[in-house]
């Protein structure tokens, strides 16, 4: 099983990176976690086959992480995807789907699309199955206005992978991340603290209660990129195989 990070940067594309995007294959699981404004002309850039992608896991609402999904479906339709499709994310996704898609492209949410399209909502701590694909949310902390927010402790043919998403400190991520093959935290910062946004430093403070095998840090502002780091720094098209 691998990982890619397809984009790994943040909201202002610090660094030129492209908007979150991972891409997980395995030899039974294709899924996206996160599809940023930008990710459909990162996938294409790496050349990842869109049609044989089964799930997509939002983590929120803000354009960074969730506002690639109408690009995402105007191609799978224009390219005659049959193949279903299951996008899973926070609570209320079901009408924030069809508002992103209305103000990216006019009447694109009544488009009857070729493939079966399937949008669940995820609730805190209770635990999802999607084929061999099983995901448990947990809430973070991200201010206000784009949630529900959730991290993500993914299993998947053996393996666990767990993605803070975007959040300030929460106690939340320890059972999310705890023992994973692969954590995948926001380091915003490298010391200094900005509300609702994970600092390197208080990330840190907790990496030995959550003990996971391999740390991976993504979603850095220009007060991270260029440092030399004690931890491996995610960067665009950077694959992890497990």
């Known amino acids: 099983m691998q990982l890619q990070f397809v984009g790994c940067g943040d909201a202002f594309g610090s660094g030129g990176r492209f908007n979150t995007c991972f891409h997980v ?18 996938l294409k850039r790496l050349g990842v086959d869109r049609d044989a992608i089964d799930l997509i896991l939002i983590t929120h609402f803000h354009g960074d992480h969730f506002a690639g999904l109408p690009f ?3 191609d799978a339709q224009f390219s005659h995807r049959i193949r279903p ?17 209305e103000v990216m492209f006019e009447h694109s949410s ?29 809430p973070v902390v991200h201010g206000e206005s784009g949630g529900p927010f959730l991290a993500y402790r993914i299993e998947a043919e053996g393996r666990v992978i767990s993605y803070s ?17 692969l954590f995948i935290a926001e380091a915003y910062t490298y010391d200094k603290t900005v509300k609702n946004h ?45």
Request: proline letters at 6%; hydrophobic letters at 45%.
């Open 110 to 138: 009544k488009t009857k699309q070729r493939f079966d399209l399937s949008v669940v909502s995820l609730a805190p701590e209770q635990r999802r199955g999607f084929g061999e694909v099983s995901v448990t949310p947990y």
């Open 165 to 181: 998403a975007d959040t300030e400190w929460t106690d939340a991520l320890i059972p999310a991340a705890q023992h994973a093959d």
């Open 72 to 74: 995402f479906l105007l």
């Open 198 to 242: 994970l600092s390197l430093k208080a990330l840190e403070a907790h990496l030995p209660a959550i003990a996971a095998k391999r740390v991976v840090l993504t979603h850095m502002s220009d007060d991270m990129l260029g440092r030399a780091l004690p931890y491996t720094a995610a960067s665009d098209g950077m694959t992890i195989e497990f």
């Open 25 to 42: 294959t395995g030899a039974r699981v294709n899924f996206l976690i996160d599809c940023g404004a930008s990710s459909l002309p990162a």
């Open 85 to 101: 499709l299951v996008i899973a994310g926070p609570e209320g996704i079901e009408a924030k789907l069809p508002q992103v898609m």
